[in-house]
């Protein structure tokens, strides 16, 4: 690519954080606040060198209003902004604090060199350590949905060091769950249908039944959640594992052996309390 040269650097004002949080922290506020501000979620690609990017297709901003709303968000997450700026020009804008932390440095970068006053189809740009952290990252702004109050997080060592110091709904769920607004939406409205077959996975292929089952199922009987999810995440779950339901004369169930599976409603074990209600729901 061509070398870009600094077309614009000014210092702005911004109000300081009461403590800075880790830089792929920032990212995700970054993230959460440009969603929301846009109203759809970005695409994610990564390229060499570890890098992801954080596109956001059609969006259109005026470079002093960005910097006025995101800069701090771009200096602490370490992100640059890269987009379109004339018809076959691109430009990039970059973020820092100063060191006696009175203000940002903010700068404009083209081929030209000439000043620009809108960027377009913003990418955030996030240079990451190494492939796996990429890889690990993408897969946790993958999930990311703006208009879920809670981001459902795998628990691998990536995700609990990452949100080690953050509140969570319980710690011992399946899925480790983070608040992202204050709501009153109850936590497994945030879980996708396969997020939730892999719950149901668990259950049949592990004969374990993780805790998200218990506050299903009262959640359900509370009308507080749908159960339809629950019942398509189900159905998924059942053809994987090449789980049959027959209807023929009673009501019977076999595993892909053509073995017969005989669940009890009266299990202490929610997830088989679950499948059999969502099954057969006059039970």
């Known amino acids: 690519m061509q070398k870009k040269l600094t077309a614009w650097s000014g210092r702005m004002p911004y109000n300081k954080m009461k403590s800075s949080p880790h830089p792929l922290i920032a990212v995700i506020d970054f993230v959460q606040l ?11 690609y990564i390229s060499e060198n570890n890098v992801l990017w954080v596109y956001y297709p059609n969006s259109y901003f005026v470079c002093d209003d960005f910097f ?19 018809e076959f020009e691109g430009g990039d804008m970059t973020a820092e604090i100063s060191k006696d932390e009175k203000s940002l440095i903010c700068e404009k970068h083209n081929v030209s060199g000439k000043d620009f006053e809108i960027i377009r189809d913003i990418s955030l740009k996030i240079s990451l350590s190494d492939q796996e952290t ?6 946790l702004l993958d999930i990311y949905d703006y208009k879920k109050g809670f981001l459902v997080i795998s628990r691998t060592v990536f995700t609990e060091t990452l949100f080690e110091s953050f ?17 009153e939406d109850h936590y497994l409205n945030s879980l ?15 004969k374990q039944s993780p805790l998200e089952f218990d ?3 009262s959640a359900i009987q509370r009308n507080e959640i749908s159960a339809f999810p629950w019942e398509l995440s189900l159905r998924l779950a059942l053809e994987e594992c090449g789980i049959t339901v027959s209807y023929d004369n009673g009501f019977y169930i076999y595993d892909k052996s053509g073995n017969h599976i005989m669940p009890d409603f009266r299990s202490g074990c929610a997830a088989e309390k679950l499948f059999i209600k969502l099954i057969f729901p006059n039970s």
């Open 34 to 44: 440009l969603s929301e501000t846009l109203e759809f979620n970005p695409e994610l």
């Open 68 to 86: 006025t709303e995101y800069g701090l968000y771009m200096a602490i997450s370490k992100s640059s902004v890269y987009g379109g700026i004339s």
């Open 134 to 139: 990429a890889n690990e990252y993408r897969k």
């Open 167 to 183: 509140k969570q709904e319980s710690r011992d769920t399946y899925y480790r769950y983070i608040s992202l607004v204050n709501g």
């Open 192 to 206: 996708t249908v396969g997020q939730r077959k892999n719950l149901w996975l668990v259950y049949f292929e592990n």
């Open 215 to 217: 506050d299903a199922f």
